[in-house]
């Protein structure tokens, strides 16, 4: 069975930092785009980062740049965010999610097919 399974949320004060990872099952990471995305209560579904694993480049939305870092481990099978500085308005589910077909990076999550279940993250002020 194909699916990815985040990890590493929880509760943190603001300005503290959590590291997110994202495993892989049953496949290998390696598609074109691997990205994370992050939904607050009562929002919509928004891509915080992505990486296109042919040359490692990184792409963020405004909100998070100069705080958020996303990086992978193919040994480890496991994408990575790690979030530094992190602010209330930070407080999410966080996703992780790839697809095969991705051929560019992309923010829409309705490119995405392979998704994990989520990991909770809230930040207190």
């Known amino acids: 069975q194909v699916q990815l399974v985040e990890s590493g949320g929880g509760l943190v004060q603001a300005g503290g930092s959590l590291r997110l990872s994202c495993s892989a099952s049953?496949?290998?990471?390696?598609?074109?785009?691997e990205a994370w995305f992050r939904q607050a209560p009562g929002k919509e579904r928004e891509g915080v980062a992505l990486i296109v694993t042919s040359d490692g480049s990184a792409y963020y939305t405004d909100s998070v740049k100069g705080r958020f870092t996303i990086s992978r481990d193919d040994a480890k099978n496991t994408l990575y965010l790690q979030m530094n500085n992190l602010i209330p308005e930070d407080t999410a589910v966080y996703y992780c999610a790839t697809d095969p077909r991705l051929r560019y990076g992309s923010f829409d999550s309705a490119d995405y097919n392979i998704w994990g279940q989520g990991t909770l993250v809230t930040v207190s002020s």
């Open positions: 049953g496949f290998t990471l390696g598609y074109y785009v």
